[in-house]
């Protein structure tokens, strides 16, 4: 069988090589994106915007209703004051009473997405292909959380505090005198992020995947299983010791 020609090698070797630069740079962007969009995720879980009252006319007969807006942890309601009257808080731990399934939602699909970002650090330890399988799923559970937080959202409307705020005509999925926020939106946005995201995750696996042969994928793999060991047990130790100072200083604080 007669050898591939010197010509034909270093054409394959610079497509090769040109591959691998179009790669990393691919990666680098989809790392950067993967970044904003756990910043986002801390933004929408925070902001009290998701939903707030609209531009309505007071016709001189009856109060005056109320102007505000609202989200999981915090209900905002103007006053006299430039400031507005917030109620709640992300502080309290304690988000409101009528969202409390959506904000467990939210925060599972932005633990995710963080831990997706704090997985970047395996890239030192194991293979391009195993990290990227790994945010892949990581993204897609965010998705999928993100995606039932907002669908839930809407049936938890008949609320105390949506009727405070929105009227007495707000009910599942009608927001009375209320429309949806900035946050919501970003929220709807963030399942398409984490869709796009996910999805050139698996495709640079695979393309990394083509790029390795069948022995040093072995080889990879078994390093990479105990790096990756040694990555969960140090981060569920700090995970650990976190939690131990946090009921220690809790209990010392809390009132006798």
Known sequence: MSS??????????LYQTEFVRSARAVGVLWAVCTLCFA???????VQPSWI??????????GPVPPSGSLGLFEVCVESDW???DCRGGLSSLSPLPSFQSVAV???VSLWAVWTSVLCLCLFRFCSAATVYKICAWLQLT???CLALACLLFPDSWESPEMRALCGNSVGSFSPG????HWAYILAILGILDAAILATLAFVLANRQDALLPPDAKDVLGNYCHL??????????SLNCNALHYFCVTFELLSPK
Do not use: E, K, W
Request: hydrophobic residues 45%; proline residues 8%.
């Open 4 to 13: 591939p020609s010197p010509a034909l090698a270093d054409l394959s070797r």
């Open 39 to 45: 910043i986002i995720q801390v933004v929408v879980l």
């Open 52 to 61: 707030g009252t609209g531009d309505t006319r007071h016709t001189g007969v």
């Open 82 to 84: 430039p400031v507005p």
């Open 105 to 107: 939602l939210v925060g």
């Open 142 to 144: 965010a998705g999928f």
């Open 177 to 180: 005198n209320c429309s949806v």
């Open 227 to 236: 790096r990756v060991i040694s990555y969960i047990t140090i981060l569920l």
